[in-house]
């Protein structure tokens, strides 16, 4: 770095030193050609007036091609050489007439309004070409920027293109979505001058000595990341510009990315998903023969043995088990399609928990306390949607409860909807983990090593309960965990 940095001190001196060079030999060339030009003037015996209006074109044509400083070097040294030469006394540098000191002062003071105007002049003309070429410089970037390919680093394209248009030696991008954790004092020092040291002083910076630019990139009040631009005509407004158009690229870039990523993974989901209903509607018919033999051997127990009948008694429940997870697996592939088309019907909210209550085996049956009013009235509801996500709910708070604590159901029911809540004794879920829970196949990370399961149960909760104008949720306290289903009432959706 420090070798770097001597390189570009000692490019800055030689700079500063060729321009110091020049002005001194224009004007030397000002003051030969002026002479020259007076010498032959005065063997052409050209009068005072003719003299004066050529060095006037004179001064206007050097004060547009080379500036203010020449032109002034011009106009003094013609007024030297105009006194010598044409006014009287002839070869002496006095002026006998004082008419002819107010010509030469006259001259001289257009001379200068002229040079000044001249000069303005072309440095409008130069600022007018800069903005030309600044907005051409800007056009062709933001053009090239939108072909930057999503595949790869953003930083380093939108660098090559900075340098291949904005002819830059070297461009220097650090941007937080690429470059990791800032260093802390224990790891090795950030380098002097670097992108990365310029975002973390927020510091905007020009050096024309060493004609570096620095800049923070900030998306409104927020920075994103930083740019050092090095070897270049230092621009401070095009390097505004070129920082709030290169954090705009990096933002939709980073934009663009996390679509793909999405759209990546909406497919995946739907790939697995198509995989699933296909294995579910597989499994169906082997399962159902599997079902019909097991029980065709059950009724004629009296030609099996005691361990024949076990057997044949573990395929039964087993295939059962299988149906229910298969059935689960169509039901929810259904509700995210959006296919299931209610059907509705009438039912009492207690007679529908029975029922359910009468499927669960005796275990869980028995830790199973029901809290529902005898006043409720009749719901109109998909009976075998709303059956199903019951059965999750208690299956889910089963698993998961600490022991054999109770497993409370209650429910509630005003005027809009009837509300049903599920609680349990298990562990409290983390907050950052209540939303996504109830997303298809998803699994809590402190259940890596509990209880199986597939992750549907409470997505069809969730999706049951949309589809009944309601929706699903948990709430959690330090010994109880309770997860709530509502549904609107029919004639209110209406």
């Not at 051997?297 to 039964?316: A, G, M």
């Not at 009837?418 to 609680?423: G, H, S």
Request: proline share 3%; aromatic share 6%; glycine share 6%.
């Amino acid at each position: 770095m420090n070798l770097s940095l001597a390189k570009l001190h000692a490019a800055a001196f030689r700079r500063d030193s060729g321009r110091w060079l020049r002005h001194v030999l224009l004007s030397l060339l000002s003051i030969a050609g002026t002479t020259v030009l007076a010498v032959a003037a005065f063997r052409l015996h050209f009068n005072l007036s003719a003299i004066g209006s050529l060095y006037l074109l004179l001064v206007v044509f050097v004060a547009l091609r080379w500036g203010f400083v020449q032109a002034t070097v011009i106009s003094v040294t013609a007024v030297f050489c105009m006194n010598y030469l044409f006014i009287p006394p002839i070869f002496e540098f006095q002026v006998a007439d004082p008419e002819n000191w107010i010509a030469v002062a006259i001259f001289e003071t257009a001379a200068l309004l002229v040079s000044g105007l001249s000069s303005k002049l072309r440095i409008h003309a130069a600022q007018m070409e800069l903005e030309r070429a600044r907005t051409a410089k800007l056009y062709a970037l933001s053009r090239a920027i939108l072909l930057i390919d999503g595949r790869g680093s953003a930083s380093e394209q939108l660098a090559a293109l900075i340098q291949e248009f904005v002819l830059v030696d070297a461009v220097d991008l650090w941007v937080v979505y690429e470059g990791g954790p800032l260093p802390t004092v224990r790891q090795s020092p950030v380098e002097a001058g670097s992108a990365l040291e310029t975002y973390i002083e927020e510091a905007d910076s020009d050096n024309p000595e060493l004609r570096v630019t620095r800049r923070v990139l900030r998306l409104g009040p927020t920075p994103i990341g930083a740019m050092v631009l090095r070897g270049w005509e230092n621009d401070p407004l095009l390097a505004d510009a070129i920082a709030s158009l290169a954090a705009v690229a990096l933002e939709r870039a980073r934009a663009l990315q996390k679509e793909s990523r999405a759209e990546a993974e909406r497919n995946t989901e739907r790939l697995r998903a198509a995989v699933l209903d296909g294995l579910a509607h597989g499994f169906k018919t082997p399962l159902t023969a599997i079902q019909t033999a097991s029980s065709g051997l059950l009724e004629i127990d009296q030609e099996l043995t005691p361990t024949q009948t076990e057997l044949v008694s573990i395929i039964d429940e087993q295939a059962t088990v299988l149906n229910q997870m298969t059935t689960r697996l169509l039901q929810t592939a259904a509700l995210e399609a959006k296919e299931v088309r209610l059907r509705r019907s009438n039912i009492s909210i207690l007679c529908l928990l029975e029922s359910m209550l009468a499927e669960l085996e005796e275990i869980i049956r028995s830790r199973v306390k029901l809290m529902v009013p005898r006043d409720l009235m009749e719901i109109e509801v998909d009976v075998q949607m709303i059956h199903l996500a019951l059965l999750q709910l208690i299956d889910n708070a089963a698993k998961y409860s600490v022991g054999r604590r109770m497993i409370e159901v209650r429910v509630a029911q005003d005027e809009m909807e009837t509300r049903i809540e599920v609680a349990n004794g298990g562990p409290p879920i983390k907050p950052e983990e209540r939303e996504h829970i109830f997303e298809r196949f998803y699994r809590g990370i402190d259940t890596a090593h509990g209880p199986s399961g597939t992750g549907l149960g409470l997505s069809i909760v969730k999706k049951t309960a949309e589809a009944h104008g309601g929706r699903a949720w948990v709430e959690c306290e330090d010994d109880a965990t309770r997860f709530f289903l509502t549904m609107e009432h029919h004639d209110k959706m209406e």
